[in-house]
């Protein structure tokens, strides 16, 4: 049992969750551990098949935990699960309350035009916005969205971003799965990254990227970049060098004073500069540094 803490609304220790095939088991969740406190957005990114949706939907009571611990909004995951149904908005509301609610927030979420029209007739950006609608009938403390703006164009996106910001506003807990790293950066109070169904890091955004620590380079020369790689991996202002991608991967203090030092290496080597690229540190370089891996790359 999870020992409750009077901030979180979600909280989970070693949550598991094994499929089994014809010919082996797979761990979709390895050992989740959670901390989401009362009155935040919290995101849960990584790439499709990391384990986000299946977690969700432990959460939400409508997959069993193979193993571990949660709790939900106050109530034990393993024998209150009609408690927390309730508490999140999946039933447990009179007709005539549903009904009324339901009506405030066609206006809210601006449907009024398609409210008497069938579903199918939907765009995509109505039907995500009917998503959240309809889990927002019971005035739930915690909401969980499983990929709210996937295929969405940037107007409905942009929408739908400022109804959960709207929701965050009246003190909802919202619970967010995404694969969109700007997503999270943009709406999210903290987030967790998992990969192969295990946390890899977890903090508000901006504490992630500053952990990653200056600038980003990235550059890639005519010829073999392994030749520009050992050219500049062992200088002062190197913090970490790699290949990745077809090009030479550099984290450095600053950035506005490496730029000079490379392009000088490179032409004594007689290396020929094709790009560069300077940046700062994104979800994305989270992401690389804790995986090895791009997350725009897995995600797509």
């Known amino acids: 049992m999870v020992e409750p803490s009077p901030e979180a609304v979600i909280e989970t220790r070693g949550l598991r969750r094994v ?35 299946t977690t969700l939907r432990m959460l939400a009571t409508l997959l069993p935990p193979s193993g571990g611990t949660a709790r939900v909004a106050g109530c034990e995951l393993a024998t209150q699960q009609a408690r927390i149904r309730e508490r999140i908005g999946l039933y447990g509301m009179p007709t005539e309350a549903a009904n ?71 003190g909802t807990t919202v619970f967010l799965t995404t694969h969109y790293l700007d997503e999270a950066d943009a709406l999210c109070d903290r987030v967790a990254i998992i990969d192969y169904g295990k946390i890899v890091a977890e903090g508000t955004p901006e504490d992630l990227k500053r952990a990653i620590a200056g600038d980003v380079v990235r550059f890639s020369i005519a010829g073999d970049q392994q030749r520009a790689l050992d050219v500049i991996k062992d200088q002062p202002f190197v913090r970490e060098a790699k290949l990745e991608n077809g ?54």
């Open 100 to 170: 009324k609610r339901a009506a405030e927030l066609v206006v809210m979420l601006e449907l009024e035009g398609a409210a008497d029209r069938k579903v199918g007739t939907y765009s995509g950006g109505q039907k995500r916005r009917l998503d959240i609608g309809l889990g927002l009938v019971h005035g739930p403390q915690v909401l969980f969205l499983d990929e709210p703006t996937t295929g969405l164009d940037p107007q409905s996106r942009a929408r739908v971003w400022d109804e959960v910001r709207r929701l965050h506003d009246r």
């Open 19 to 53: 499929f089994k095939t014809r010919n082996r088991q797979v761990e979709a969740v390895a050992g989740v551990d959670l901390n989401v406190r009362r009155g935040e957005i919290f995101g849960f990114l990584g790439p499709n098949g990391a384990g986000k949706t």
């Open 247 to 300: 090009s030479v991967l550099l984290y450095v203090d600053r950035g506005e004073v490496a730029m000079p030092a490379i392009l000088r290496l490179l032409d004594g080597a007689s290396l020929q500069l094709m790009t560069v690229e300077l940046h700062r540190p994104s979800l994305d370089d989270v992401f690389l540094r804790q995986t090895g891996r791009s997350l725009r790359e897995t995600a797509a």
